[in-house]
C-alpha cells in the first residue's frame, strides 16, 4: 500500500507533525522506532512546556499528544526504520518495505552519556541532566558541576548561573573547544570555577547527588554538588540518511523543513543542534507537517 505521509519518530516533533497532518486529513502513519514517545517521556517533571502552569510528567505530556494525533487519524507502527531509499520513496523496517509519497524525519538526537560510575544511575530526578535550560531551575541556590568544554557547557554553566550559588566546570583538556566569546564569558563569571585537565571517575550519592569523585593529574578529590550537568555533545540519528541528506560535522541535518530530496521534510532535534527543546521540536513538527501538505497537493 502506497502511504500518503509517513513520519519516522513519535518524540514531540513526530507527534505534533502528526497531529497537523491527520487534520488535513492525511491519515499519516508515525513509525515510532525503538523510543516510543520519544525523550522527553523518560522524564518526570517538565515544567517549560506551555499550558501546563503546575508542570506536567514528561510520559503523560507525550501520551497525550499521541491520543490527540490518533483521535484526527493517525495510524501507528511499532517498528524502526534501519534503511531508507529516499529518493525512491521507500522505507524498510526489517523486511517490512514501505512506500509513501511524502515522509517526515523526525528521528531526534540522543545525548552522550558517561562511561562512568553513577552517571547512569543518578539520572534523572536524581541529579544527573543533559539539559541545564530544562532542569536548572531545580537547583535554585545549589552548588552543581558541568561536565564538558565546548559551546555547550559553556553555555550550560553561564545559564545555571542564573540559579546556582556556584557552577564548577570539569574540563578533561586545558582549555576551552568553545567559541572565545563563550570561554570569556566563563572565565569572567564570578560564580563559575574551572578545574582544568580534570576527569569525572564517579558521580556519587544514594538517593540524591552528593558529589563527584574527580582526578587531576596524580590528584584526587570529591567536589560537593547536588546536580551534575553532561554538556558532552548529542548524537543525532541521522545515519541512515547519512549519504542522501547533507549533514554539518556533527550529524544533524543541515536542512530544517524541506531538504534536497522532494518530498523529504526534516523536523526536531535531527535538525536542531541549538535549542533542543520540545517546544521546538514540535513548532518544526507543526512546520514540516504543512510543508508536507502542501507537497502532497501540488504534486
Ligand atoms: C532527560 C531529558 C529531559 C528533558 N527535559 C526537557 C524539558 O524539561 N523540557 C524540554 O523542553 N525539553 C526537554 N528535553 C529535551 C526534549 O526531550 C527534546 O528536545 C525533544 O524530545 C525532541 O523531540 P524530537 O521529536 O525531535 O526527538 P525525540 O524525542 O528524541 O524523538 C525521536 C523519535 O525518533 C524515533 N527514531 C529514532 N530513530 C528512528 C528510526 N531509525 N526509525 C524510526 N524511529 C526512529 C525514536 O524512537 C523517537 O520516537 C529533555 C531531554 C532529556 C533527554
Not at 562511561?115 to 532542569?135: H, L, M, P, Q, W
Not at 561536565?147 to 545559564?159: K, P, R, V
Request: net charge neutral.
Amino acid at each position: 500500500m502506497l502511504e500518503q505521509l509517513v513520519i519516522i519518530g513519535s518524540g514531540c516533533a513526530g507527534l505534533t507533525a502528526a497531529i497537523y497532518a491527520a487534520r488535513a486529513n492525511l491519515a499519516p502513519l508515525v513509525i515510532e522506532g525503538n523510543q516510543p514517545l520519544g525523550q522527553l517521556s523518560t522524564t518526570s517533571e517538565i515544567e517549560n512546556f506551555p499550558g501546563f502552569p503546575e508542570g506536567i510528567n514528561g510520559y503523560e505530556l507525550m501520551e497525550r499528544l499521541r491520543q490527540q494525533a490518533e483521535r484526527f487519524g493517525t495510524h501507528f507502527l511499532s517498528a524502526h526504520v534501519d534503511r531508507a531509499e529516499l529518493r525512491e520513496k521507500c522505507l524498510y523496517c526489517g523486511d517490512q518495505k514501505i512506500q509513501y509519497r511524502a515522509t517526515i524525519i523526525a528521528t531526534g538526537a540522543e545525548p552522550r552519556m558517561l562511561n562512568i560510575r553513577g552517571g547512569r544511575e543518578c539520572f534523572g530526578g536524581k541529579g544527573v541532566s543533559v539539559c541545564a535550560t530544562c532542569d536548572g531551575a531545580f537547583f535554585k541556590n545549589r552548588e552543581v558541576v558541568v561536565i564538558g568544554g565546548g559551546d555547550s557547557a559553556c553555555e550550560e554553566a553561564n545559564f545555571l548561573t542564573h540559579f546556582c550559588s556556584k557552577v564548577t566546570i570539569i574540563h578533561r583538556r586545558d582549555q576551552f573547544r568553545a567559541s572565545k566569546i563563550m570561554a570569556e564569558r566563563v572565565l569572567n563569571s564570578p560564580k563559575i570555577e574551572v578545574l582544568w585537565n580534570t576527569v569525572p571517575l564517579k558521580i556519587c550519592g544514594d538517593q540524591k547527588v552528593t558529589h563527584v569523585r574527580v582526578r587531576s593529574g596524580d590528584r584526587e578529590q570529591d567536589l560537593q554538588c547536588s546536580g551534575v550537568f553532561l554538556a558532552i555533545g548529542h548524537i543525532p540519528n541521522t545515519t541512515i540518511f547519512k549519504d542522501q541528506l547533507s549533514l554539518d560535522a556533527n550529524g544533524y541535518f543541515t536542512s530544517i523543513g524541506a531538504t534536497e530530496i522532494p518530498g523529504v521534510f526534516t523536523a526536531g532535534d535531527c535538525c536542531d543542534a541549538h535549542y533542543r527543546q520540545a517546544i521546538t521540536a514540535a513548532g518544526m513538527g507543526a512546520a514540516a507537517a504543512i510543508l508536507a501538505e502542501r507537497f502532497l497537493l501540488s504534486s
